[in-house]
């Protein structure tokens, strides 16, 4: 049987599937971008888009830095204080009450005390607004790594007016019998600070002398010497005794039954530490009798009050008509008529005050305080003792390093910095060398820090 012969492809059949199969896959390609774009995998940039970013490539981005004003540091605000809890798991502190600003004047003397010293008194024991914060730290005079740099009070001098003993708010006479006396200190002008020979010297003989870990920044806040004249005031003989404290803290609980007040009755802040807070404390609160009581009084009755704040100081000499001196009026009693270095002269001398280094034999509590009446060979001119060693006393400024550079502090009865967060202690005590028994050296410490070698005396005006 004969088939039909089969039929070979020629050359333009050949042509004719190639242009076949290019149509096939051009159109499947076409339909794969249709179908992209319709999901919107691809995007098609508009003329605008195009035009807009023609060039893009060959523009370098350059930074534009602007000149502005430096950036104005914060005033400050309120500073929440803790609660009793809280500050009782902070060593050494104790304080209470409402937010309290931290820094702007305050004068003791011309504020009205928290708690109203009248037997017929109804006031209770409220928070005040006063500056200052509670810390735990004790600095060593100068060379802060962050000094605490406060705004100068205007020329001038101050107004001390007191507040509590006005006539229509006499002292009670518990606290009246119990005060101290006072000796008039005249007015004038003198040498304030000291010259950085002096310090540099103080320094060396702290370290050859009483191998006593001291450095220079410890004595730079005292320099430079300079002229201040002030008004004439009075000074208290001895500092404050626990006796006289206790009263003073009993008679604002006679006046606050139920309240703590050696918590919150300084002006909204504590007043002292009791030994609740630190078992170093001559006072304890018997709960059980509700009252204030001095520990082991055979020994500790005539011993500075210590564990005292800024607060506690400042209110107690309110509270029998007085105040916190100046530092400048401080250091004016202290260097006596001479203006010298010690109370009693020109050298160190071991037996005349109670410090780190002062000699055995003597009428002293060798790791502690001694008698307020103790050290009489130590004694000033003006007759005033333990001016140097014993504890150190608060005054009434805030502290500031490089006030001696100012020219307020060579004004009128100049009275430090109008805030800040340290205050002024001075005189140096039991637990510090012969260096900061100097009549010129500072040292600073937080209102809120109390300390047990730390307490103070009242001055008045005359």
């Known amino acids: ?46 003329l605008e888009e195009n035009e807009a970013g023609q060039g893009d490539d060959n523009v370098d981005t350059v930074q534009v830095i602007t000149a502005t004003a430096a950036p104005v540091t914060p005033t400050a605000t309120p500073t929440l204080i803790p609660t009793l809890e809280e500050a009782l798991s902070t060593p050494r502190v104790v304080e209470e009450g409402d937010n309290r600003e931290t820094t702007g004047p305050l004068d003791p003397l011309s504020v009205t005390p928290v708690v109203t010293l009248l037997p017929s008194s109804n006031n209770n024991l409220l ?26 009070f205007p020329l001038g001098p101050p107004t001390f007016t007191p507040s509590v003993n006005s006539g229509a708010t006499p002292v009670p006479d518990n606290l009246l019998s119990l005060a101290t006396a006072m000796v008039d200190i005249p007015g004038g002008t003198f040498t304030m600070g000291t010259t950085r020979e002096e310090a540099f010297l103080a320094v060396n003989a702290c370290v050859q002398r009483d ?29 404050v005794s626990t006796t006289q404290y206790v009263a003073f803290l009993n008679q604002l609980l006679a006046q606050n039954p139920g309240i703590r007040v050696d918590r919150i009755g300084c002006q909204g802040n504590a007043c002292v530490l009791t030994q609740e807070e630190d078992a170093q404390s001559y006072v304890r609160f018997n709960a059980e009798e509700q009252v204030y009581e001095i520990v082991n009084p055979s020994i500790y009755s005539d011993h500075p009050i210590i564990y005292v704040t800024w607060w506690g100081a400042a209110t107690y000499c309110e509270a029998i ?87 307020e502090a060579a004004g009128p009865d100049p009275r430090g910095a109008v805030s800040g967060t340290f205050k002024v202690a001075r005189g140096g005590g039991w637990e510090n060398p012969p260096l900061f028994a100097r009549t010129v050296h500072r040292l600073n410490v937080e209102a809120g820090s109390p300390r047990g070698s730390l307490g103070f005396r009242c001055a008045a005006n005359r």
Do not use: K
């Open 321 to 407: 008509g007085r105040r916190l001196p100046t530092e400048a009026e401080w250091e004016r009693a202290a260097r006596g008529p001479a203006n010298s270095i010690y109370p009693w002269g020109q050298e160190w001398i071991p037996t005349n005050a109670d410090t780190s280094r002062s000699a055995g034999g003597v009428t002293q509590t060798l790791d502690g305080t001694s008698p307020v009446t103790a050290f009489p060979s130590g004694a000033n001119p003006y007759g005033l003792l333990n001016m140097a060693g014993n504890v150190s006393e608060w005054v009434f400024d805030w502290y500031q390093e490089n006030y001696y550079a100012l020219p």
């Open 1 to 46: 049987m004969m088939g039909s012969p089969v039929r070979r492809r020629t050359r333009d059949s050949g042509w004719q599937w190639l242009v076949v199969g290019m149509m096939l896959g051009m159109g499947c390609s076409l339909v794969f971008c249709l179908a992209s774009y319709v999901a919107g995998f691809i995007e098609v940039p508009s």
């Open 211 to 239: 191998g006593a870990n001291c450095n220079e920044s410890m004595v730079t806040d005292s320099i430079p010497a300079h002229q201040v004249t002030i008004s004439d005031y009075r000074m208290e003989i001895y500092e």
């Open 127 to 152: 928070p005040s607004s006063s500056p200052g914060t509670p810390s735990s730290s004790l600095g060593q005079g100068g060379g802060l790594p962050d000094p605490e740099i406060g705004t100068p």
